[in-house]
């Protein structure tokens, strides 16, 4: 059994941060990819940020790139999304996934396990 629980979603101004956390239970750390994606209504989940567990690296879309980074506490089973330099184009759910492959994988349904998701809100 996997649960994923994103936190650390709020209201903020343009150019603010935020850390957006996932806490996993069961056994998703050093054994799963696990990623970062978003949704805007209207339009479908955006991969945004991943973990590759095989050959541990980070990814990032284009689009995020140089302003969010995706870290883990392994002690924690814990995820989190820094994101800096926020844009009103940011705004979206995030969700956070898992899938029970150490490669990353780069679209929504390559992933089993979701979280909620939580809201993040970038004003101008």
């Known amino acids: 059994q996997v649960q994923l629980v994103e936190s650390g979603g709020a209201l903020v101004q343009a150019g603010g941060s935020l850390r957006l956390s996932c806490a996993a239970s069961g056994r998703t750390f050093g054994t799963y990819a696990m990623a970062w994606f978003r949704r805007v209504p209207g339009k479908e989940r955006e991969f945004v940020a991943g973990?590759?567990?095989?050959?541990?690296?980070?990814d990032c879309a284009d689009s995020v790139k140089g302003r969010f980074t995706i870290s883990t506490d392994n002690a924690k089973n814990t995820v989190y999304l820094q994101m800096n330099s926020l844009k009103p184009e940011d705004t979206a759910v995030y969700y956070c996934a898992a899938r029970r492959y150490s490669e990353l994988g780069l679209s929504p349904a390559q992933y089993a396990y979701w979280g909620q998701g939580t809201q993040v809100t970038v004003s101008s």
């Open positions: 973990f590759s567990a095989s050959a541990p690296f980070t």
